[in-house]
C-alpha cells in the first residue's frame, strides 16, 4: 500500500522565519500529492495540490514541488506568519484508492 | 464553514453507554466518510459510503456501527466503548462516488469515554 513519512511532531519558528516542511512519499503507481491543513477547533481542508510530475502547489505563499525523482512534496514558506499555525498534513493520492495522510506536523508560529 | 456539521461537537460517555454522532452535509456530495484522529494515529479512515451504500470498512470494531439513510446523512452509533476509542471524530464528504482526493471535513466530535 501507499506511505508517506513527513516531519514528526512540532517546528516552532518565529514570525518572519523561513520554513521547510519534509514529506516523502511511497506508491505503487504515479500519484498526485497533496498538502491538508488543520487549524485549531476545525476539520482538515485541502491546503495545496499538485497533480503530476514538476508542478507546483501554492496557496497563501505556501508552496510545494512534486519531485517525482525524489518521491518528494516538500512545504515550504518564505516568511511565516502567527495565523499559518496549524497542523499540516501530506498525502499522495492514487485514483480508485483513499487518500493516505501522514502523521501530521504541527507549526506554531512564534510571536 | 466548509458545507459540513456535526453534533455534538463534545461526548462524555461511559463504556456502558450507548450514544450516536450525526454529521449533515449541505454540498449535495456522494460519498461520506468517518475517520478517527487520535495522537497515535493522526487521520485514521473507518468507514466509506458512496450513495448510501458502505464500500469500505476499515477493520473497525463491531462497537462501531455506521448508519447512511441518505446522501446528505451519515451517523455514528456507540455501544460499550473503551477508554482508548477516546478521540476526534471527523466526518467528511466528497463529490465523487467513491474515494476522492477532496474532501470537505466536518469540525469534528471530541468523544471521552470514561
Known amino acids: 500500500g501507499d506511505s508517506v513519512v513527513q516531519t514528526e511532531g512540532q517546528v516552532l519558528p518565529s514570525e518572519g522565519d523561513s520554513l521547510i516542511v519534509n514529506c516523502s512519499y511511497e506508491?505503487?503507481?504515479?500519484?498526485?500529492l497533496f498538502w491538508y491543513v488543520q487549524y485549531p477547533g476545525e476539520g482538515p481542508q485541502l491546503h495545496l495540490k499538485a497533480m503530476k510530475a514538476n508542478d507546483k502547489g501554492r496557496n497563501k505563499g505556501f508552496e510545494a514541488m512534486y519531485r517525482k525523482e525524489t518521491t518528494s512534496f516538500h512545504l515550504e514558506k518564505d516568511s511565516v506568519q502567527e495565523s499559518d499555525s496549524a497542523v499540516y498534513f501530506c498525502a499522495p493520492y492514487n485514483a480508485g484508492n483513499m487518500l493516505t495522510f501522514g502523521g501530521g506536523t504541527r507549526l506554531m508560529v512564534k510571536p | 464553514e466548509t458545507g459540513v456539521t456535526q453534533t455534538p461537537r463534545h461526548l462524555v460517555m461511559g463504556m456502558t453507554n450507548k450514544k450516536s454522532l450525526k454529521c449533515e452535509q449541505h454540498l449535495g456530495h456522494n460519498a461520506m466518510y468517518w475517520y478517527k484522529q487520535s495522537a497515535k494515529k493522526p487521520l485514521e479512515l473507518m468507514f466509506v459510503?458512496?450513495?448510501?451504500?458502505?464500500?469500505e470498512n476499515n477493520s473497525v470494531p463491531s462497537r462501531f456501527s455506521p448508519e447512511c439513510p441518505n446522501s446528505s446523512h451519515l451517523f455514528l452509533h456507540l455501544h460499550t466503548l473503551q477508554p482508548e476509542d477516546s478521540a476526534l471524530y471527523l466526518c467528511a464528504s466528497s463529490q465523487e462516488r467513491r474515494y476522492s482526493y477532496e474532501q470537505y471535513f466536518g469540525p469534528g466530535t471530541r468523544l471521552t469515554v470514561t
Open positions: 459510503y458512496s450513495l448510501e451504500e458502505r464500500v
Open positions: 506508491t505503487t503507481q504515479y500519484p498526485s
